[in-house]
């Protein structure tokens, strides 16, 4: 893992340095990384440390959810239906 990596990791844990600006150039300033990095991370430009670093243009998350004929699986336990899920209530509770 490259040492910029490493560095945004740990403000990741701990992101209190980050908004001091001192703090965060000293930290910055004792890494050992190309200066093109360094000034990327100085400057807080994520699209350049990003091309700098290799990483993705772009990046999507997609959710699959499984077809309702899908076999479950062993451990998987099926969620009862008791049909309260679509009632909606007629009016505000009784006091």
Do not use: C
């Not at 290799?54 to 999507?60: D, N, S, Y």
């Not at 959710?63 to 479950?72: G, K, L, N, R």
């Amino acid at each position: 893992m490259s040492v910029a990596i490493q560095f945004l990791e740990t403000l990741g844990r701990g992101p209190a340095l980050f908004g001091r600006r001192p703090e965060y150039f000293d930290a910055v300033d004792s890494l050992d990384v190309e200066s093109a990095q360094r000034h990327a991370l100085l400057s807080r430009n994520q699209d350049v440390l990003n091309g700098l670093l290799g990483g993705r243009a772009k990046m999507m998350m997609q959710v699959w959810a499984p077809a309702e004929d899908a076999p479950q699986r062993e451990d998987e336990q099926p969620m009862p239906d008791d049909g309260k899920e679509d009632e909606k209530p007629d009016g505000p509770p009784d006091r």
